[in-house]
């Protein structure tokens, strides 16, 4: 997967060539129920779907930036976590600055990672929520002209990925039709652009949304800190994200599963199958499992594994 200049080609070779393309592996589900597929997003650059999102808006802001000039580029963004680490990456290799904005209650190994990688990290009172993260991240913006923020959840190029790669490559790697689309909101970038390619194909697809139950998608309690599964926290007080509210009515149904629901099914899923996944990949196959068992044994229902899952995660899961 490349589309930036030239110069920059030459320094994300290894990560362009390992972006993308991921497998989809079939996981068990309940009898009588339809069959379900999902999307191996662990297998990127540094082992998360957020790979992608990264990618796109960098390339987006390096069209427009003379080699010459890309020393002064100063790159500010909010993460919950793996896109932090994907912009970090990234940002290393194009020798860019980068400044993060994350919760203070971010993984340790995360946190250990970014600096590591040259990030300037600045931490918001996780009790201010996700949405707290990004407000700081406005003000920041808002108060210095000289950084380039990429606003991940209003960003196009966050959606479009998904939309011409992500979509398109389970197209290519499915065989036949597909009954449903399975995905955590977050921003709704990868839930909203996969959708859009694969309901041109299956118009008739249902689009089943998930989030986590401490803070639902559109809820009108505040933000909150407490603990949720992995980068998909609603952003509260009634706020939406826009990928998602713009075509809100195709959603067929929203699911929402606690953080102690996604621990349980990490754990479950290893123990069946050998095979890792993080927490938000474990709200996904819960959401799925249960649309495969409604749309029955005929149905072929896909999902995105976003990531294998945290040291924090899984020490969480086992303690």
């Known amino acids: 997967m490349t589309f930036l200049p030239k110069v920059e080609e030459r320094r994300l070779g290894d990560f362009a060539g390992k972006l993308g393309n991921t497998p989809i592996m079939e996981v068990p589900s309940t009898p009588g129920a339809g069959k379900i597929l999902a999307k191996c997003e662990w297998h990127n ?16 802001v390096l069209k427009g930036v003379a080699e010459e000039e890309q020393e002064r580029l100063h790159i500010l963004e909010y993460s919950g976590g793996n896109l932090g680490l994907s912009l970090a990456t990234i940002c290393h290799l194009l020798q860019i600055k980068l400044t993060l904005v994350l919760s203070n209650g971010a993984n340790k190994s995360l946190l250990a990672s970014l600096q590591s990688l040259g990030a300037n990290v600045k931490l918001v009172d996780k009790q201010k929520g996700f949405w707290g993260v990004m407000e700081t991240t406005f003000q920041l913006s808002d108060s210095d002209p000289s950084y380039t923020f990429l606003y991940q959840h209003r960003n196009e190029a966050n959606f479009h990925i998904h939309k011409n790669e992500t979509g398109k490559e389970i197209l290519e790697q499915v065989d036949g039709k597909i009954d449903a689309w399975v995905a ?20 008739d697809m249902e689009l089943h949304a998930v989030t986590p139950a401490e803070l639902p998608y559109g809820s009108e ?99």
């Open 45 to 60: 650059p540094t082992g998360s779907v957020k790979d992608r999102t990264a990618y796109a808006m960098m390339a987006e």
């Open 184 to 203: 955590s909101i977050g921003t709704g970038g990868t839930l909203m652009g996969v959708y859009e390619t694969l309901s041109s194909k299956f118009p």
């Open 221 to 319: 309690q505040p933000p909150n800190g407490l603990r949720k599964y992995a980068g998909s926290g609603g952003l509260g007080c009634g706020r939406k994200q826009l990928f998602v509210e713009r075509k809100e009515q195709k959603v067929t149904r929203h699911w929402t599963y606690s953080f102690q629901d996604t621990l349980v099914e990490m754990r479950r899923f290893y123990e069946e199958t050998g095979v890792k996944i993080g927490t938000s990949a474990a709200a996904n196959l819960l959401a799925a499992r249960r649309v495969a068992e409604l749309l029955g044994s005929n149905a072929v229902v896909v999902t995105v594994f976003p990531d294998a899952g945290s040291p924090e995660e899984w020490e969480a899961a086992y303690g």
